[in-house]
């Protein structure tokens, strides 16, 4: 092999650090450079498989033990926060894990108190709650777009620590993430998504300000990690540019901070197969499914 092969295979390795600004003492992608090369599907795979084992156990050492998890994920629009519930999701009981992912407020739940429509769906003993976006929404989206007049926004900061307090306080263990993107990662997804049709219902009017308003829903952010990372209730910051990087980080940070231990189980006995005795199969006309794959 050529000199000039040789180098032109080690520039492509090259790894170059992105730029990086701190956040309430939280280092935040920001200013993107070249990234390392994207978590292929397979490597991604193997790595969450044995995380989703942990998960299935701390599903039996919640069920067990009655505890009470909420876990809220938050960031800018295209981050990711579907896809890391998806991946805590998909090997466990939606009797367990639910998922929280709530429209916009109906013109009744506009005049309840702030919270209320959230505490409903706080976790009973036994149950694993995600919200998908969650009370935060009055800090950002609403804060931002102007839903929200700017005194009620500094109400809200400002009495939000204590309830979260409170929610801790009631046995609750309150875990939150910020999922972080670039602006040029998060344009590249929007794209992907005007561009894919399994994607489009991703793509909202309101995520289209997500760009115009980039450095306004910096601010926001900002303003919220001062007001509510908090020593009993801080905010964890996940870097989302790689997505599968992300998840896994993500999943595996959530399991670090839970206490749950391994639920002994019986072993399983299998009864015997019944017997056909005299059951005869009907000749019934079903209304079968075509088999076309």
């Known amino acids: 092999m050529s000199k000039d092969k040789k180098k032109k295979k080690g520039s492509r390795e090259k790894k170059v650090e992105t730029p990086q600004i701190e956040v ?6 920001n200013i993107p450079g070249e990234l390392p090369q994207k978590m292929k599907k397979k490597e991604f795979e ?3 498989e044995p995380l989703q084992v942990e998960l299935v156990k701390l599903q039996e050492w919640v069920k067990a033990t009655g505890a009470k998890i909420c876990v ?6 295209t981050a990711g926060k579907g896809g890391v519930i998806r991946s805590i999701t998909e090997r466990v009981s939606p009797r367990v894990f639910r998922v929280v992912a709530l429209t916009a407020p109906t013109e009744r739940e506009k005049s309840q108190m702030y919270f209320q429509r959230y505490m409903v769906h706080l976790p009973a003993a036994g149950e694993v709650v995600l919200f998908d976006r969650s009370w935060y929404n009055r800090a950002g989206v ?3 777009m102007g839903f929200t007049p700017k005194e009620q926004v500094e109400r809200f900061l400002r009495y939000t620590p204590p309830t979260e307090r409170v929610i801790s ?5 309150l ?4 999922l972080e993107v670039s602006m040029e990662e998060q344009a590249k997804r929007f794209a992907e998504r005007n561009e894919d049709y ?3 219902w991703k793509l909202s009017p309101m ?6 308003r980039w450095y306004d829903y910096s601010k926001a952010r900002d303003a919220m990690f001062a007001a509510t990372d908090t020593p009993e209730n801080p905010w964890y910051v996940v870097d989302s540019n790689d997505q599968r990087r992300g998840r896994l980080n993500c999943i595996a940070h959530l399991l670090s901070l839970i206490p749950y231990e391994e639920v002994p189980h019986e072993k399983i006995k299998f009864p015997k197969k019944q017997s056909k005795g005299n059951y005869v199969e009907p000749d019934y006309p079903y209304k079968r499914v075509p088999e076309k794959y």
Request: proline content about 0%.
């Open 46 to 48: 193997k790595e969450l």
């Open 169 to 173: 306080e009631s046995g609750i263990i």
């Open 198 to 200: 399994k994607k489009i």
């Open 142 to 144: 609403e804060r931002v």
């Open 175 to 178: 875990i939150k993430y910020w």
């Open 72 to 77: 809220i994920f938050e960031g800018r629009d």
């Open 207 to 212: 995520d289209l300000e997500a760009q115009a």
């Open 24 to 29: 309430n003492n939280y280092l935040v992608a």
